[in-house]
């Protein structure tokens, strides 16, 4: 139990360390800038222990990470866990045949993609991003994860905003988690 707390504490501690940038990237948008929380070794630490005790038992094969903040922590993971690292990109960024996923912008579209051998039908995935905003970045990236037919997938982010509803639209039955909710 004080173990517990204590890590509450240093997630809330964390969580804190989170700035908010104002009109970024465009006027009206608060930007939750997580490199704050980043740089300091201490939050690092507790942010990769909590995630790390939440999936160690899970039997994760592969962390799939979002284009590029979902790199940071989804490799480090990847090593803690024992696991296999998967880049989700942008458009041009990956050499090799791959599946897309396109997924609408309050401005436009835009698209994901995957190599086609990344998954096989015996993973279990942690898909995991920095953010859940609106949700169609995430919503695509779970879409490119079922054309592999995987036992199972996991999502999660560090920050979740939850005046956007980003979780509704990712219309899933996996189990979606944040460490942080704004």
Do not use: C, W
């Not at 996923?101 to 990344?118: C, W």
């Not at 859940?132 to 979740?160: C, D, M, Q, R, W």
């Amino acid at each position: 139990m004080e173990k517990e707390i204590k890590m509450d504490v240093k997630l809330q501690e964390a969580k804190d360390s989170i700035r908010d940038i104002v009109d970024f990237p465009k006027e009206g948008i608060v930007f939750k800038d997580i490199t704050t929380m980043l740089k300091d070794e201490k939050h690092l630490n507790t942010l990769v222990e909590s995630l790390y005790e939440q999936y160690k038992d899970k039997g994760i094969t592969k962390i799939v990470g979002l284009e590029s903040r979902g790199f940071i922590l989804g490799t480090v993971l990847a090593y803690k866990l024992g696991a296999g690292f998967v880049p989700v990109r942008k458009p041009g960024k990956l050499p090799a045949p791959t599946y897309s996923e396109k997924y609408s912008l309050e401005y436009g579209e835009d698209e994901m993609f995957i190599h086609q051998d990344a998954l096989n039908s015996e993973d279990v995935i942690l898909l995991h991003d920095d953010l859940l905003a609106t949700g169609g970045t995430a919503k695509a990236s779970i879409n490119l994860i079922s054309k592999f037919n995987v036992k199972n997938v996991f999502v999660n982010f560090l920050v979740e905003l939850d005046f956007l509803n980003g979780r509704e639209k990712l219309d899933t039955d996996y189990q979606v988690d944040s460490l942080f909710h704004f």
